[in-house]
């Protein structure tokens, strides 16, 4: 069994910061990539950064500049750092973890708000 824990959501003025952590745990195999995704009310669901095992990132248009994903190895944990906050970027946030086997682990979801 695969567990994925989001954690660092909240409320959070726009220009504000707010740091995401994604934390597998369980019988899973090496991690191949990690990902944040991110659905706001009415819309579809969209990649917003990945990490690949060799360090490599790729970010959406859209948070370029603002979001920086990292991860640590031997902790299985993903981070997404988001700065400069603005109200589109109110979301509930999942992270996402695929293994060298190919399978893909997805959390519960975190919700992050941008308002005044």
């Known amino acids: 069994q695969v567990q994925l824990v989001e954690s660092g959501g909240g409320l959070v003025q726009p220009g504000g910061s707010l740091r995401l952590s994604c934390a597998a745990s369980?019988?899973?195999?090496?991690?191949?990539?990690m990902r944040w995704y991110r659905q706001a009310p009415g819309k579809q669901r969209e990649l917003v950064a990945t990490?690949?095992?060799?360090?490599?990132?790729n970010y959406a248009n859209s948070v370029k500049g603002r979001f920086i994903i990292s991860r640590d190895n031997a902790k299985n944990t993903a981070y997404l750092q988001m700065n400069s906050l603005k109200p589109e970027d109110t979301a509930v946030y999942y992270c996402?973890?695929?293994?060298?086997?190919?399978?893909?682990?997805w959390g519960q979801g975190t919700q992050v708000t941008v308002s005044s």
């Open positions: 369980g019988s899973i195999f090496s991690i191949n990539a």
């Open positions: 996402n973890v695929a293994d060298a086997r190919a399978r893909v682990y």
């Open positions: 990490i690949i095992s060799g360090g490599n990132t």
